[in-house]
């Protein structure tokens, strides 16, 4: 089975979580993340219910001719009341104590647990398919991370918006992954 973990595209930053929209670029960068997709042979798709997720594969999707499924555990992890004004040190904080979590927050291991399920369920019925799972970064880090123990928060912060991460699971449960689509590295959009 390989599942293509899409992280969503650039998206408004000053709206409430579950309903930011794609910015301009955010747009944009979705179409071209349709043109790398469109290589490869795609069986179905899956996309977290928030919004920016949404967007970022819906010109995949009509492309392709497939169906968007959402998955309400795709959803990024809730971070909470956080105590700081630096993001980057709260989300830090998190990964190095998968059972931390900040009031009203998910621990990671929550969260992790969760999105494992998805995967879990999603490769029984699409054994032998290739699927997309459009979600969240700190979501697809943990995905990840399930898999191959060396994803860290280093990693998580290396993502780009959007960016494609390629997890094959094998029979025999060798796991490879792979990233795609270097063109949106940081600083090349």
Request: glycine share 4%; aromatic share 8%; no cysteine.
């Amino acid at each position: 089975m390989k599942i293509y973990l899409v992280r969503h595209a650039q998206a408004e930053w000053w709206k409430p979580d579950q309903n930011r929209h794609l910015t301009k670029q955010g747009y944009e960068d979705a179409k071209k993340l349709s043109d790398i997709l469109q290589d490869y042979s795609i069986d179905a798709i899956y996309s977290s219910p928030y919004k920016r997720a949404h967007e970022t594969i819906e010109p995949t999707a009509a492309r392709l001719g497939l169906k968007i499924r959402t998955e309400n555990d795709l959803r990024e992890r809730n971070l909470g009341d956080i105590s700081t004004d630096n993001f980057l040190e709260a989300v830090s904080k998190t990964w190095q104590d998968p059972a931390f979590a900040y009031p009203n927050g998910e621990r990671n291991s929550a969260a992790q647990k969760r999105a494992v399920e998805v995967v879990k369920k999603l490769k029984i019925k699409h054994k032998k398919e290739a699927i997309i799972l459009s979600s969240h970064g700190n979501i697809i880090a943990l995905i990840l991370q399930a898999f191959d123990p060396s994803i860290d928060f280093e990693f998580w912060k290396s993502l780009s918006m959007p960016d494609i991460h390629l997890l094959k699971l094998n029979e025999g449960k060798k796991v490879i992954t792979k990233r795609l689509g270097k063109e949106f590295d940081k600083g090349s959009t």
